[in-house]
């Protein structure tokens, strides 16, 4: 997954980021991860940067369960089909969770404006809505 020219000059935040593995054991992977406005790219492998995953900001509903122990800061990306990925960061860096939260309410803000536009141009698009506000108004 290589990333375009504007989606590089678009990044938020890049660096090391530990992703709890889905298997039985659960062993913390070390992954070189690439946060855009619109999504979170994670690669195992630094310089290559191939086979990499992406997790959209629009299918994350909420980063969750944040705690600090003496050299991690653990969270939580929850999904909106409620899946949870447990992440952790060293806790004297400028943590992800916070660039990640902001990111998603950036998404967020600009989705909901995006749709109150969509909205707003079809209402506006037939005009016999127009004239039955008309008609109503005193």
């Known amino acids: 997954m290589k990333m375009s020219a504007a989606e590089i000059s678009q990044v938020l935040k890049e660096g090391e980021l530990e992703k709890r593995s889905d298997n039985l ?7 070189t991860c690439v946060l855009t406005p619109d999504s979170l790219n994670m690669y195992a492998d630094t310089h290559k940067r191939s086979r990499g995953k992406e997790l959209k900001l629009q299918c994350i509903k909420k980063v969750d369960c944040v705690e600090r122990t003496g050299k991690f800061v653990y969270f939580t990306i929850v ?5 949870e990925i447990d992440f952790r960061c060293p806790g004297e860096d400028n943590c992800w969770n916070a660039v990640i939260t902001m990111a998603l309410i950036d998404y967020q803000n600009r989705k909901a404006i995006r749709d ?6 079809n209402e506006s698009a037939s005009p016999g809505q127009q004239e039955r506000r008309m008609a109503r108004a005193p």
């Open 79 to 83: 999904t909106t089909d409620d899946k």
């Open 116 to 121: 109150f536009k969509t909205r707003q141009d």
């Open 25 to 31: 054991l659960q062993f913390w992977k070390r992954k």
